[in-house]
């Protein structure tokens, strides 16, 4: 077929589909048509919650048998989420809102399908970081998205101090009852003069975009009675290309990395870089480590 989907939703010889759908964030008028066709196309319905999403089953008028699958289930269920596909039956992986496997469980279904030789397809649609980045006025060309922080202040400021000097714009999942703690850490590890814009409540009745400096955002959202309630998404421009890491000039510390991380452990190519071009050893070791993960 034109738009990708296959006639039927039954067996008919051969493994099944495996679609992974993206659902609306918080607006259904979100669902593209072509979600809509293949949830009403296919044979099982995976969901994260079965009743969240039965009721945009319902929503649509549809009524399918559902798999629940969860963070907490995800490797038991991948069996019997195989079976289904390879028994022939066509299969949408939903999650509670927007894109499955985005902060979301479905990572290890879709590998082991893949692993299997079963077609996965993906039907895109709403996603809240890129949805926030969308219309954030912040840099785009190259991003890094990281999730959730640690729930703990200790973590969440060792996570950031290692994303300090990260060049790209960084965007951060946050839920309503942390998100003051983390614009306060987010002050304290990149500085209050961060620029930094926070999506709430995208799509939804009460959208609202919060930006200016990282102390700002903070100082806003504290004095506004709806700021810690709601979903959030959390964009931040990326640090500046040259930094206080190394100050030798003419010198690229992070191609001088790049380039002793190809032959060198982490550790000691941050102890070269140091010895070079004066910087701290241990800034040195968070960023080769930054650019070791890209
Ligand atoms: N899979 C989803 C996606 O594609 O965006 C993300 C799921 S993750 C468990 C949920 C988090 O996404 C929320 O805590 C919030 O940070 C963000 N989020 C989801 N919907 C949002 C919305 N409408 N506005 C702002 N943030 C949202």
Do not use: W
Request: hydrophobic share 40%; aromatic share 4%.
């Amino acid at each position: 077929m034109a738009d990708g989907l296959k006639e039927s939703g039954q067996a008919g010889g051969g493994p099944g589909t495996l679609y992974i759908v993206a659902t609306p964030i918080g607006n259904l008028e979100d669902l593209s048509p072509r979600a809509e066709k293949v949830l009403s196309s296919v044979a099982v319905v995976a969901a994260e919650d079965t009743r969240h999403s039965g009721r945009l089953l319902q929503h649509l008028g549809l009524r399918k048998p559902m798999i629940a699958l969860h963070e907490h289930n995800e490797r038991e269920r991948v069996a019997q989420v195989l079976k289904e596909l390879q028994a022939g039956k066509d299969l949408a992986l939903v999650s509670d809102a927007g894109t499955p496997l985005i902060s979301d469980p479905g990572y290890v279904v879709v590998r082991e399908a893949r692993a299997q030789g079963i077609r996965v397809c993906p039907i895109p649609g709403p996603c809240a970081l890129v949805t926030a980045l969308s219309a954030a006025g912040l840099p785009t060309d190259r991003f890094l998205f990281a999730g959730f922080l640690p729930a703990k202040r200790t973590g969440r400021r060792t996570a950031l101090e290692a994303l300090k000097r990260e060049p790209a714009t960084l965007v951060f999942y946050e839920s309503p009852h942390r998100i003051l703690d983390t614009l306060a850490d987010l002050v304290a590890v990149l500085g209050g003069e961060r620029e930094l814009v926070l999506g709430r409540e995208l799509t939804k009745t009460f959208e609202t975009f919060y930006s200016g400096t990282a102390e700002d955002v903070l100082a806003e959202l504290q004095a506004d009675p709806h700021g810690g309630k709601g979903e959030f998404v959390v964009v931040v421009r990326g640090a500046e290309a040259s930094g206080e890491v190394g100050e030798e000039p003419g010198l690229d510390v992070d191609k001088l990395l790049v380039l002793l991380l190809a032959e060198l452990p982490v550790k000691k190519a941050a102890k070269i870089v140091a010895e070079l071009t004066g910087g701290s050893k241990n800034e040195l070791y968070q960023r080769a480590l930054g650019l070791k993960a890209r």
